[in-house]
């Protein structure tokens, strides 16, 4: 999807453009601007390649004061500007917009500060997540939130998406694993929020940031937590003859008293897709598998094991595997991070949505996801973060096919819905960006997004940063009907099935 303009209107903007770039570049050398097509192409989207759109210009600052000239200028000229670190974002966050500068903070790569004895790194933002555990190994430490791309994903994209990953369910999202974090104001302006106390006086500002999705300022330096490495971990890799029954079981895990390090879920069609792709011995069988990580001592790994193995026994496991090794750990996690590559080797596209939902809820909300899969016509895999509820439904389509990538959107918007109807919410950690934002009128149908707009605008009164993502505006919620909904007037659709 790409928005039309008219061709008088595109002739005033590439004036307008053109001298916007002669400003920029009083302030910032000529490899730090990009402004041809070709060149501006590999920006035009981020993971969710459905929405597409070329920026103006592509800044790549170098230096701390060369983003501060870019924000200044974009502040002073009224031009937009969208934030970007590695653009695997999946909710379209770091989507340019059309007569916009979109600001890469992609060379911001160093890690400025380790300190062992604190237990903190102070990092760029554009350093890769993976890159600040690898950075903290030989000191025993690491890093906790991995989002699978954490290959490639940047911490400033982690901290702005407020990510999460396999091991957040026991040791916190990115909000629970900053300490401070230095932002520009759309001025231009320097400010530290946060600091190494546990409180500090004032407004949390810092937690208000993380997951504001470039909304509120551009980061442009971090100080994270880090955890020591456990001594011993073991991976449980349990299969079930249906995908309720392996649902059940995470919820009885968690019943019973358990926090394992990592608690996920695949379904069959994920689990084929996985061994296909890198043969890592799943039991392709099974309707669902779940794999329980439990970390600490070697003590506390054997007790919680034998606590786990009784429950997943009474929860009805076909079979369980334990990990015997560093390298069998590793193994078993191989596959659930190579999931969404290998879901993208069975159709030309995936539609992957973020929703939550009260984990007493997995089993039943499962089922209806597959009921619409058969209503719409389009085959799903799941394969999700199921001790934090955080669905991941990955829908295939062909947006090649007249109406798949319509269908694909309907399906999608359907499993939001249910996610609120039983009283989860509309993304778990991927962030609103374009693609949630008739959801989110769902989501909050009272005067809540007024308080949001309100907090937009004390950060950013003339709406440059990162504009029409996010909150959506009280009047496309109107239009799509969500009050009437949640005020009763309309019957919910989902809400019927339960
Ligand atoms: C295969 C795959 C697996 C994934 N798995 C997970 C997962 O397990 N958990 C999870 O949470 N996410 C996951 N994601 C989503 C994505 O990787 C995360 O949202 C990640 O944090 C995005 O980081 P990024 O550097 O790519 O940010 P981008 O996509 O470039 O940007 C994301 C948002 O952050 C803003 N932003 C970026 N940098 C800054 C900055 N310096 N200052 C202000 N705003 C900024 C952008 O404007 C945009 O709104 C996955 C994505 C893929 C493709």
Redesign the pocket.
Known sequence: MAYKTHPSERKHHAMERARFLDLLERHLPPDTLLSEAEDLRPYEC??LSAYRELPWIVALPETLEQVQAVLRLCHEHAVPV?????????SG??LPVANGVLLS?AKFTRILALDPLNRTARVQ?GVRNLAISEAAAPHGLYYAPD???QI???I???V??N????HCLKYGLTVHNVLEVRMLTIEGELVTLGGSGLDGPGYDLLALLCGS??LL????EIVVKLLPVPPYAQVLLASFASIEAAGAAVAAIIAAGLLPAGLEMMDNIALRAVEAFVHVGYPVEAAAIVLCELDGTPEQVEADTAKALGVLSRCGALEVRRSQNEVERRKLWAGRKAA??AIGRLAPDYYCMDGTIPRRHLAEVLRRIGELSAEYGLPVANVFHAGDGNLHPLIMYDANHSDELERAEGFGERILKLCVAVGGTVTG???V?MEKLNPMCLQFPGPELAQFHAVKAAFDPKGLL?PG?GIPSLHRCAEFGAMHVHEGKLPHPELARF
């Open positions: 981020d993971g969208v934030a970007r670190g590695a653009g695997t974002g999946l966050g770091a903070l933002p989002p699978s791309s490639a994903c940047t400033g994209g982690n702005a998406e990510s999460g990953g396999v999705e470039g300022g551009i980061i442009v969404f590559p950690e991927h962030g960006g990162n993502k």
